[in-house]
């Protein structure tokens, strides 16, 4: 430093206000996992999920059944954390290709660079921000009309948008009642509920979620219309609509399922996937592979049947006997995974 340079001013390290900041991002630091990688794995050490990440769940199930080899071509229709597609990448080498599929705008792009940085690039690897609905359209426009060797999704929500409460998925922290994968399209799960009438709210949760509260619940939601504007109210008014003495883990998990219902008919999920499954046999290639991970009943039952059909027709050669889950070393690492069921099915090969 030359001697007519003034001192560097010392920079005092930015305080949070308080000895417990309420906001997400202010309040855990494996947010910021590149400063501090010591504590990613601590959280994961104790079987919790990292603030901001997703720990892939059936990976190696899912390299099994899929089976990617080098030179081939796969899509993962549910790119999220990168975590799945991160390993096919490695099995594809030399010369493969993944397609990756997410309709989230906001993690996608983060996802798409932490991957870019491992070496990953456009010969290897494709993003596309898309919903899988346009699993046949996307294929057409990267040139991929005969088909690909397997095909992945992870359905339903990821960690990180469950995590963020500005996201609107949890009632862990308050925050909007939004809940919409992509944030600019489509209404707002507060504005859903604006708009649905009795019958449609308690098909969604019966449908949707199971929920043996439907009617009740639907009643008190209805008659709050107007006042639901972000999580912890509408916690609070299914609470409320519950019977009185109800035990409270009982009542926990009916605030879940009506939050798994809403996020369901916001997002359209069981169309979006119904769409997916029909598109699913065209898109493999003769004695392609293909892998769902579903995490409620609602999901499953789509995908067996679907898998079913498959089978029936001739589309499909070979589907799962049964659905693959995660041993309890898995469950007790990363107690997210516990729900998940994981399906799969081959493609029937083409005739001698």
């Known amino acids: ?19 417990h900041p309420r906001r997400f991002e202010e309040k855990y630091k494996e947010l910021d996992a590149e400063r501090y990688p010591e504590l990613v ?7 919790q999920t990292p603030a ?59 996802t798409e660079a932490r991957l870019r940085a491992l070496g990953h ?26 088909g690909v060797d397997f095909l992945f999704a ?54 949707d979620s199971d929920e043996p509260h439907a009617e009740r619940i639907a009643r008190a939601l209805l008659a709050a219309r107007g006042t639901l504007r972000t999580t912890l109210e509408l916690a609070q008014a299914v609470r409320r609509a519950l019977p009185p003495r109800l035990e409270a883990e009982e009542a926990e998990r009916s605030v879940r399922r009506v939050f798994q219902a809403l996020r369901i008919e916001v997002n359209d999920e069981f169309g979006v996937l119904d769409s997916l499954l029909r598109q699913v046999p065209g898109a ?25 059909q498959g089978l029936a027709s001739g589309e ?11 041993s309890p070393e898995e469950r007790r690492a990363n107690p997210r995974s516990a729900p998940a069921k994981l399906r799969w099915a081959r493609r029937t090969r083409q005739n001698d």
């Open 1 to 19: 430093m030359a001697e007519s340079d003034p001192p560097p001013q010392h920079r005092r390290r930015p305080r949070y206000r308080g000895t």
């Open 41 to 47: 794995e601590h959280v994961k050490s104790r079987g």
């Open 52 to 110: 901001g990440q997703h720990v892939p769940i059936l990976v190696e199930e899912t390299l099994e059944v899929l089976a990617p080899a080098p030179g081939e071509r796969g899509v993962d229709c549910t790119f999220g954390f990168g975590g799945h597609s991160a390993r096919f990448l490695e099995r594809l080498r030399p010369g493969g290709q993944l397609l990756a599929l997410d309709v989230d705008p906001l993690q996608l792009p983060r």
């Open 121 to 146: 690039g456009e010969d290897a690897l494709l993003v596309r921000r898309t919903n899988f609905a346009a699993l046949a359209s996307t294929l057409h426009e990267v040139g991929w009309s005969d």
């Open 154 to 207: 992870d359905l339903g929500v990821s960690s990180m948008q469950i995590d963020d409460p500005a996201r609107g998925f949890t009632f862990k922290l308050d925050g909007p009642l939004d809940m919409r994968m992509n944030p600019a399209r489509g209404l707002s799960a507060a504005q859903w509920l604006e708009r649905a009438d009795e019958a449609r709210l308690v098909r969604a949760l019966q449908d």
């Open 284 to 308: 493999l290639r003769p004695g392609g592979r293909v892998a769902l991970l579903t995490f409620h009943s609602g999901e499953d039952r789509r995908v067996k049947r679907a898998f079913e």
């Open 316 to 326: 499909f050669e070979e589907i799962s006997d049964a659905v693959l889950r995660p």
